[in-house]
């Protein structure tokens, strides 16, 4: 299995363009999260989605960002518009199932991004 | 606020010391914790989880947690330069939320 892919890995823009991040999942996990690292607030949940619906999306910053789910294989993450603090490395991560610990969530290698 | 503390660090450790990493939670109803690491510009992956007190062993390392203290730690065993990354504490309530810590990071001196 590939593992969790991501695209593009790096993205730099300029403040007030849109950005969009996206994520395949492994195939056969039914559960997806988007998470957002930095060195000052460190690995932040920020949307979870369940079978392909949003069940949790408290952890999204503001109205800038939006998150979709349109079948078991993909997702997108969008700002719009960009702003310098929206840079971070952002990773995306399936799994099995949420609800055990034994349901481990796998990672992407991240998008790391960049808004001058 | 559910929060998980780890220290920075940097913890140095020379080759073949036991590296001790420690981490503490305030939520009371966290009920599994997990412990992830993550070398400098790659993704988390994880180690091991732990939800019953005591120790929970695999290979050259030991979860231990103590939910009365709300203490979790990470015991590696003769340590290796290949160890040296940030440690990523984890704890999750009864719902599927993990919260992180900041992470500790680890060097591992030859």
């Known amino acids: 299995d590939a593992g969790v892919i991501q695209s593009p890995r790096h993205e730099v823009t300029e403040m007030g363009q849109e950005v969009t991040l996206r994520c395949k999942p492994i195939s056969g996990h039914n559960s997806l999260f988007w998470y957002r690292q930095t060195m000052m607030r460190g690995l932040e949940l920020l949307i979870y989605f369940n079978n392909n619906v949003p069940i949790d999306d408290s952890g999204m910053p503001e109205d800038r960002f939006s998150a979709k789910m349109p079948n078991a294989s993909f997702s997108t993450l969008k700002i719009q518009p960009s702003e310098p603090r929206d840079s971070a490395v952002y990773f995306c991560?399936?799994?099995?199932?949420?609800?055990?610990?034994?349901?481990?969530?796998?990672f992407g290698p991240g998008t790391r991004l960049t808004v001058l | 606020q559910k929060e998980v503390e780890q220290n920075s660090g940097p913890l140095s450790v020379p080759e073949g010391a036991i590296a001790s990493l420690n981490c503490t939670y305030s939520d009371r109803g966290s009920q599994s914790f997990f412990w992830y690491r993550q070398y400098s510009g790659k993704s988390p992956e994880l180690i091991m989880f732990i939800y019953s007190n005591g120790d929970k062993e695999d290979g050259r390392f030991t979860a231990q947690l103590n939910k009365a203290s709300q203490y979790v730690s990470l015991l590696i065993r003769d340590s290796q330069p290949s160890d040296s990354a940030t440690y990523l504490c984890a704890s999750r309530g009864s719902n599927y939320k993990l919260t992180f810590g900041k992470g500790t990071l680890l060097t591992v001196n030859p």
């Open positions: 991560a399936s799994s099995t199932g949420a609800g055990r610990a034994e349901n481990e969530q796998f």
